[in-house]
């Protein structure tokens, strides 16, 4: 059965915050798929933040974050990473993990339960 | 930048066949997929590569993707099909989601 549990949210200070989220994934092997992170801001939509390959070579990202956040995974760990810095209000959202299709890198077949990050002084 | 554009609520009765459009420039041209979210819990992937359904999903979900316009069908709704559903396409290394529907059943 595929798992996937992020953690690692919490309250953080606008401006110089910085937040590092996990997501330890079980159940599938995990090195030969790639893995996404999606937030969700409280009563809004889904938006798409980045997706890395099985490889950890190809990454993208939203305009949004480019250049505040890194996606990162560990094989060995079988876990996704996702570094934010410089955080603003606007990324108070859950961030769900998801795991992507073969073949893909945007169509999500699992998802994690999600974590909350509040950025607010 | 690519935008892809849904209803923010449709209503159908039970029973009924409630049909969620999703559109974009020549989105036919593209890949669409469906996901349903329901209050509280985490999106379920509900119809991929415009029509195939996962294993699990009901028959009743049906998806199309033509000209600009992808639509998610949903044949004899019922209540638990009461949720939001979200479109997704990627284009340009970049994914994107619709801004959500609210489906009613009442």
């Known amino acids: 059965e595929v798992q996937l549990l992020e953690s690692g949210g919490g309250l953080v200070q606008p401006g110089g915050g910085s937040l590092r989220l996990s997501c330890a994934a079980s159940g599938f092997t995990f090195s030969s798929y790639a893995m996404s992170w999606v937030r969700q801001a409280p009563g809004k939509g889904l938006e798409w933040v980045s997706v890395i390959s099985g490889n950890g070579i190809s990454t993208y990202y939203a305009d949004s974050v480019k250049g505040r956040f890194t996606i990162s995974r560990d094989n060995s760990k079988n876990t996704l990473y996702l570094q934010m810095y410089s955080l603003r209000a606007e990324d108070t959202a859950v961030y769900y993990c998801?795991?992507?299709?073969?073949?893909?890198?945007?169509?999500?077949?699992?998802w994690g339960r999600g974590t909350l990050v509040t950025v607010s002084s | 930048s690519y935008a892809l554009t849904q209803p923010p609520s449709v209503s159908v009765s039970p029973g009924q066949t409630a049909s969620i459009t999703c559109s974009g420039d020549k989105l036919g041209n593209k890949y669409a997929c469906w996901y349903q979210q329901k209050t509280g819990q985490s999106p379920v992937l509900v119809i991929y590569?415009?029509?195939k359904r996962p294993s699990g999903i009901p028959e009743r979900f049906s998806g199309s993707n033509s000209g600009n316009t992808a639509t998610l069908t949903i044949s004899g709704t019922q209540s638990m099909d009461e949720a939001d559903y979200y479109c997704?396409?990627?284009?340009?290394?970049?994914?994107?989601f619709g801004g959500g529907t609210k489906l009613t059943v009442l």
């Open positions: 997704q396409a990627w284009d340009s290394s970049t994914v994107i």
């Open positions: 590569q415009n029509d």
């Open positions: 998801a795991k992507i299709m073969s073949n893909s890198y945007y169509i999500s077949d699992y």
